[in-house]
């Protein structure tokens, strides 16, 4: 295993593209870091460089001590895994899984053991005689991972490698994963455009956002509290609602809004940057309608998901269309009007104005 540095790593195409912009990164020895973004964000871009599939026009990577940006892929001793799992289709599993052993000059019985504990490890010991068409999505992607396994290499590299599986089976293949890592403890980058993969499997989490990283932290903090207005947007589902308005007397005031900002927190830093126009933002399942929390405001549903768990209820206010998840007992039908109260700090405040480098920047 082994620590992976990036340092002001960037990617720039032939037309002038810049996929990825001067970035930094240092994953740790045996971490599992998840980069995560919407579509065109940099992220495979990341991975494809550190794999050696893609050149470096700026910057460096360093596996351990090693500087690898002239490398070859084979000699960087990391094994990625793909979306579309890249097994040869007239091979059997075990046949897949030791390939790249066998044209490494493994000894035929470390080839032998190492398959042997890799399909231990990922339940595909019944299947080792089969053909990949003979197996489900799930079972191929399991065949994907474990020729990775076998190879025991510095580090793993997943790029969307879900992404292809129904539902049930990402989820299923979502705890596979994790288990796999509390076993191995190998280091792990992973790639996905899905927050709630990012949530459940990344020690950390690096969001990026037109090549640049928006924001690096422990799910819980990128989640409660998010850098910046895309980054609280991007993380949560469903996602974190924003208003428009202004502060005045300690007050958030909008279009039939007037919410108190009570709570121990500094109102200073929002009303010298902004002369106090700002965004709202607050999350569904921090809505209630339990009284005892400062009134937000009173709203007239549009429509209402029961869900089982709980209700989603969609409404508009000051001209945005926002949601609140509601508990499951509550009694709300579409047409009701309804108090909304958000408890004390359970808000965030963002600059109201774009700003192209800092992603309007949470202020409070």
Known sequence: MAQIRLNQLSKRYENGFEAVKSSNLQIADGEFLVLVGPSGCGKSTTLRMIAGLEDVTSGDIFVGDTRVNDLEPGDRDIAMVFQNYALYPHMTVRQNMSFGLKMRKTPKDEIVRRVADAAQILS???????YPRQLSGGQRQRVAV????????KAFLFDEPLSNLDAKLRVQMRTELARLHLKLKTTTVYVTHDQVEAMTLGDRIVIMKDGVIQ??????????????????????????????GS?????????????????????????????????????????TTDPKHPRLATVKLDVVEHMGHANVVYFNLAGSSLVARLDSKSSAQPGDQIDLHLPANDWHLFAATENDQQQRPRLV
Do not use: C, W
């Open 124 to 130: 595909l010991e019944p299947m080792l005689d089969r």
């Open 146 to 153: 474990g020729r990775a396994i076998v190879r025991q290499p």
């Open 215 to 244: 924001q690096i932290g422990t799910p819980m903090e990128v989640y409660q509290q998010p850098a910046n207005h895309f980054v609280a947007g991007f993380i949560g589902t469903p996602a974190m609602n924003f208003v428009d």
């Open 247 to 287: 502060i005045e007397n300690d007050h958030f005031q909008a279009d039939a809004v007037d919410y108190p900002l009570s709570g121990d927190r500094d109102l200073a830093p929002a009303l010298e940057a902004t002369s106090g126009k700002v965004t709202l933002g607050f999350r569904p399942e921090n809505l």
